[in-house]
């Protein structure tokens, strides 16, 4: 019996080894002396660098928003004694991961960064250091680890994973750059830090909507009819947040109908119900409901105006047979006219100034045949069309001013409200020009990146001159470059998910190759301009060029007739110097020539 027992005590012992070999251990930091790392002993094994400690080593203070980072920190700590400690290869941390807490203040997030070390050169690894910086801002807040000199690391111990301390008042819904860095750093090594942009928690995701004054927006809508009365219930805000107002509108064929809404809180503090007079019968409209604030969130659901039945009376029976027998004289006529084969014309369109803040030109047609009446067509948007347009500067200034002259002339003349960094520096130069992109980046409808070969360029190598000269203009490449990595980001996530990717869109100029286009950017509509332009404003209106009898020709934006308009030779212009600086960047050799 007592053999039976002592086996199964050796299993389950067994069964508790293999676990714990299984379980992949944490570390958190610790508080330890400098001596303590210096003399290697036992208690500080994992230890944070606070800023007194880096007085102590280096004798004074660092600036105040470098944090605790210095950047030679294993010279000062460990290379007194033995410098060859310090000038071994660690590769880069792994599985870099972002935790967020739930900390006592509504108004800040916080977060914990986790990691594990890479087995490549481990043995030489002496700590970490983890520097987070606000995208937009100037400050930098750093943390530092440290191993005690006699610690050694094992290949096994790349499955440990490695803590810092709480980053603590971060902004909420704002990116920051995160960069894990393995130490030692020698100069001639590269593949030493981690580096990755992540947005913190918006106040909905962290506190809840009902607790969030910016983000919140009614999310109950209820539309009931009656014969012709057409009554809208929607839910309203929780007294805390103090919203006392709102406003409703609704777009329907080029009309706009705008209330004001004032709930009577002693009767109902939850709900709210209003009604709608004057809609057409037949008629889906777009409406919008939310709270009457600058910047809110807005509702947006459809109402379609049921027509009522009309019952058949003898009158309208008495009818019926002369309304037949006129019925089949127009079909004989119909026929008639068929037989003598079918014309294809051209649809009139005109761009209405009023409906948008540009001045907009009126394009006059004229079918083939010079005899078929037209056909005219509006624009029913009630606002134009938002676009972002981003780019890279990589290629030199007469890339750029054809990008500003191509932004010029789709809002001169394609009824389109145009974003551009360099229309709106004051703004850049306040926000920051990444917050600036990202900002325009949920605003726009449509977001069209300018692809060119300087887009996909890598950076040159440190200590050339063509660093020196990249570096000269890094604040200018650096933001529009990472506002289009963001967007092929956006991109590929919106692929995965199958949504919609009309708002996407990538252009070359015809000076530029197709395989400019980044990979992401070619699941988007892509176009060659200017050949393109009716294809792109086509696109920014959801209007269809074709159609069975006719199709849509725009005088002045179509590729032969842009250049009758001062901004369409302008850019025909702009375009003709880059592709000239284009093709001597190419070959330099052919300046020299006579």
């Not at 290869?89 to 108004?107: H, R, S, T, W």
């Not at 005690?148 to 750059?177: E, I, M, W």
């Not at 069309?385 to 780019?391: G, Q």
């Not at 308009?565 to 600086?581: H, K, R, V």
Request: hydrophobic share 40%.
């Amino acid at each position: 019996m007592w053999q039976a027992a002592l086996l199964l005590y050796h299993l389950c012992s067994l069964h508790d080894l293999v676990w714990a070999q299984d379980e992949v251990a944490s570390v958190a930091p610790q508080n330890c002396s400098v001596h303590c790392i210096q003399k290697g002993e036992a208690g500080c094994e994992y230890c944070r660098i606070t800023r007194a400690d880096i007085k102590n080593a280096l004798g004074f203070h660092l600036f105040t928003n470098l944090g605790s980072c210095i950047p030679w920190p294993c010279d000062h700590f460990h290379g007194t004694e033995d410098p060859q400690k310090c000038q071994h290869y660690v590769q880069a941390p792994n599985d870099v991961k972002i935790e967020f807490l739930d900390g006592p203040n509504p108004i800040f997030d916080t977060i914990v960064v986790s990691w594990k070390p890479s087995y490549y050169g481990i043995a030489f690894l002496r700590g970490f250091q983890v520097s987070l910086q606000h995208l937009g801002g100037s400050r930098i807040t750093c943390q530092l680890f440290l191993f005690h000199r006699n610690l050694t690391l094992q290949p096994s111990h790349a499955n440990t994973v490695y803590k810092s301390d709480p980053f603590r008042d971060l902004s909420l819904g704002a990116q920051y750059a995160l960069t894990v860095m393995a130490l030692p750093v020698p100069e001639q090594w590269e593949n030493f830090y981690h580096s990755e942009t992540f947005s913190t928690r918006s106040c909905a995701e962290k506190n809840g909507l009902d607790k969030c004054n910016k983000d919140w927006y009614p999310r109950y809508t209820e539309v009931t009819q009656e014969g012709t009365n057409i009554t809208v219930t929607f839910n309203l805000a929780p007294p805390l947040l103090g919203i006392s107002s709102y406003f409703f509108q609704c777009y329907a064929n080029g009309m706009r109908k705008y209330i004001d809404i004032i709930p009577d809180f002693s009767k109902n503090e939850t709900h709210h119900s209003f009604q709608l007079s004057d809609l057409l019968e037949g008629v889906n409209y777009t409406c919008e409901i939310a709270a009457n604030r600058e910047d809110a969130v807005r509702k947006t659901f459809s109402i379609y105006i049921q027509q009522k039945a009309h019952s058949v009376g003898p009158s309208l029976t008495l009818m019926l047979p002369p309304a037949l027998v006129l019925l089949v004289f127009l079909l004989l006529f119909l026929a008639a006219c068929v037989r003598k084969g079918p014309t294809l014309h051209m649809r009139k369109l005109f761009l209405k100034p009023g409906l948008f803040p540009a001045s907009l030109s009126e394009m006059e047609q004229q079918d083939q045949d010079g005899n078929a009446p037209e056909e005219v067509m509006a624009i029913n948007r009630a606002t134009p069309p938002r676009l972002l347009i981003c780019y890279s500067s990589n290629d030199g200034p007469a890339h750029v001013k054809a990008v500003v002259q191509l932004g010029a002339f789709i809002q001169k003349h394609m009824a389109t409200q145009v974003f551009l960094d360099l229309w709106d520096s004051l703004s850049v130069a306040r926000e920051g020009s990444m917050v600036w992109h990202c900002q325009k980046i949920r605003e726009s409808d449509f977001i069209l990146v300018v692809c060119s070969q300087g887009l996909n360029r890598r950076p040159a190598a440190p200590g050339t001159e063509k660093f020196k000269e990249e570096e000269a203009d890094a604040g200018l490449n650096c933001a529009s470059d990472t506002a289009v990595q963001v967007i092929s980001e956006e991109v590929g996530r919106a692929k995965a998910r199958g949504q919609d990717l009309s708002k996407y869109i990538a252009a070359i100029f015809e000076y530029c190759d197709e395989t400019d286009i980044p990979t992401e950017l070619r699941l988007v509509s892509n176009y060659t301009l200017p050949n393109d332009l009716v294809l792109l404003f086509s696109h920014l209106h959801g209007m269809t060029l074709y159609r069975p009898g006719s199709y849509l020709k725009v005088n002045h934006i179509s590729a032969e007739g842009f250049t009758e308009l001062p901004a369409g030779a302008a850019l025909q212009q702009a375009i003709c110097e880059a592709s000239m600086a284009m093709t001597a960047k190419k070959h330099p050799s052919l300046d020299g020539e006579d």
